[in-house]
């Protein structure tokens, strides 16, 4: 995914829709929208910055988890699979980016514990669509594809934009890539 934030507006509609799509309880999100100000008087601007599983190459969740419930699918997608998810929280603790939280959830009659965090609707991708927040971003800020296909669109944005992902340093090779991106959060 690229995320142009020099088209994002802060509308926050990845985040609302991403709840619906995903049945989220109140006070939890896959994706969310980082707020800040940039600039001193007079010359202060707003920064929005869209946030969610960075779905890395080299991702310290899958590592830590010890049932294997986290890992990566054959096109790069980080998944949890919930049935197997103990709750222990350590891929929570793991994730440099903070996109994983714990979620009470009703298995069978019984509650039950579960790690949870952005999966870019793949329920939706296995069927040939869009993430949710990529088909309703207003600004047209998110763009999905396939990184490794020429002919993709998010292909061709990071082979002609310069580009960074969030906490580089960490190696973890982050799938999130972005346009714009400045170190104010």
């Known amino acids: 995914m690229v995320v142009d934030l020099r088209k994002c507006i802060g509308c926050h509609a990845c985040a609302a829709v991403c709840k619906v799509e995903n049945s989220l309880p109140e006070a939890k999100f896959r994706t969310w929208v980082e707020e800040s100000e940039t600039g001193e008087f007079?010359?202060?601007?707003?920064?929005?910055?869209?946030?969610?599983?960075?779905?890395?190459?080299?991702?310290?969740?899958?590592?830590v988890c010890p049932v294997k419930a986290t890992y990566k699918r054959g096109d790069g997608i980080v998944v949890i699979e919930r049935d197997t998810c103990i709750g222990c929280a350590r891929c929570v603790k793991a994730c440099p980016y903070k996109a994983r939280f714990i979620?009470?959830?009703?298995?069978?009659?019984?509650?039950?514990?579960?790690?949870?965090?952005?999966?870019?609707?793949?329920?939706?991708?296995?069927?040939?669509?869009?993430?949710?927040?990529?088909?309703?971003?207003?600004?047209?800020?998110?763009?999905?594809?396939?990184?490794?296909?020429?002919?993709?669109?998010?292909?061709?944005?990071?082979?002609?934009?310069?580009?960074?992902?969030?906490?580089?340093?960490?190696?973890?090779?982050?799938g999130v890539f972005y346009i714009g991106l400045i170190n104010v959060l």
Do not use: Q, W
Not at 46 to 54: A, E, M, S, V
Not at 111 to 132: E, S
């Open 42 to 63: 007079p010359d202060v601007a707003r920064y929005f910055l869209p946030r969610l599983c960075n779905h890395c190459d080299n991702p310290p969740c899958t590592r």
């Open 103 to 174: 979620e009470i959830d009703m298995i069978k009659d019984k509650k039950t514990r579960t790690a949870d965090k952005c999966t870019f609707c793949i329920h939706r991708i296995d069927k040939g669509l869009l993430p949710a927040c990529v088909e309703s971003c207003v600004g047209h800020a998110r763009v999905f594809g396939n990184l490794d296909d020429p002919d993709s669109e998010v292909y061709k944005i990071i082979k002609t934009n310069r580009t960074k992902v969030l906490k580089g340093h960490l190696k973890t090779k982050p």
